[in-house]
């Protein structure tokens, strides 16, 4: 069997990921798998990685596994997104681990392992991914989603957030979200922002946010994009505008099931090539990670990354 690179995240949920890995690395030894595992030390520091690991196998063929949140594996992804030998893993080990979701990836670490340890065919799919051009870092990668607004505004506080350090303890981490959510919703203003998509122009006065998905959830858990595909080529785009706030707490509140979308306020587009400008720079995120700020060019890349999967088809969720 070839070897597999491990990225872990110690730092993950408040630290616990450092648990799992000890018990993934006992899982390891006892069947005798050869494997090399790296710890990150800082943010960005897993893309380092990953893309050192990709550069040094010239083009041979392996398997990267983030273990952490979703923000350790956006990181990798953008680390290896440029390596077409390189097939990605991950084993859930943070707050909100959206990608397990959307992507049928197991829960438990250890069934996780056992995905990434059995690498047939039938596990390897090839899934799309967004691209983003923008001044700050030129151009990052997202496998989930990204946003500009209000949804960006929550993801950086609630990443920089003490009370997640404090729920992570109890399992609660991805309540922050839920409780920065409401926190933000009192003080945030509506931003003027203009999207074309595929050529055609949309221009919004007061928009809250614009999500781009590829596949249907975000922010730990919410069914922000239901009809969203990761293999199908495109992105759906979901606008938020000329809601008022108390009406945007029941959008809230039905997005966990994807019934958010009956609200007239909520606007969805399909599209494979995107872009969102502003009159004032308004703050963006990819996979919940602060990015910069508009304006954005975004574009979807079809069937550019090879992940591990449960299921032959990704675009069905776990239930």
Aim: aromatic letters at 8%; hydrophobic letters at 40%; a neutral charge.
């Amino acid at each position: 069997m070839e070897k597999i690179y491990f990225i872990v995240n110690p730092n993950a949920k408040n630290g616990s990921c450092r648990e799992i890995w000890r018990k993934l690395e006992g899982e390891l030894e006892t069947m005798d798998i050869p494997y090399l595992a790296f710890f990150t030390e800082r943010a960005g520091h897993a893309e380092e990685l990953a893309g050192s690991i990709a550069r040094k196998l010239s083009g041979r063929q392996a398997t990267i596994a983030a273990v952490g949140g979703d923000g350790t594996l956006h990181e990798v992804v953008n680390g290896a997104a440029s390596y077409p030998n390189i097939i990605v893993g991950f084993i859930p080990g943070g707050s909100g681990n959206d990608f397990s979701r959307g992507f049928a990836i197991p829960k438990k670490a250890a069934e996780a392992l056992g995905l990434v340890i059995d690498q047939s065919n039938s596990r390897i799919c090839e899934i799309d991914i967004g691209k983003i051009q923008h001044k700050e870092l030129h151009e990052t990668y997202f496998m989930n989603n990204m946003g500009v607004g209000f949804d960006a505004a929550v993801a950086k506080e609630s990443n920089e957030s003490r009370m997640k350090l404090l729920l992570n303890r109890v399992s609660l981490g991805r309540l922050v979200y839920v409780y920065i959510l409401a926190k933000k919703l009192l003080t945030f203003r509506t931003i003027p922002i203009h999207i074309t998509i595929e050529g055609k122009e949309f221009h919004y006065n007061d928009a809250w946010f614009v999500t781009v998905s590829n596949q249907p959830y975000y922010g730990g858990g919410m069914k922000i994009a239901p009809g969203a595909l990761p293999d199908d080529g495109i992105l759906d785009v979901t606008v938020v505008h000329r809601i008022s706030r108390w009406k945007l707490l029941l959008v809230f509140a039905s997005v966990f099931w994807g019934k958010h979308t009956k609200f007239k306020e909520v606007v969805q587009y399909t599209g494979k090539s995107i872009t969102i400008e502003s009159t004032e720079p308004v703050l963006a995120h990819a996979d919940g990670e602060a990015i910069g700020h508009t304006p954005l060019k975004i574009d979807a890349c079809p069937k550019a990354l090879r992940i591990l999967t449960e299921k032959n088809n990704p675009g069905i969720p776990r239930s």
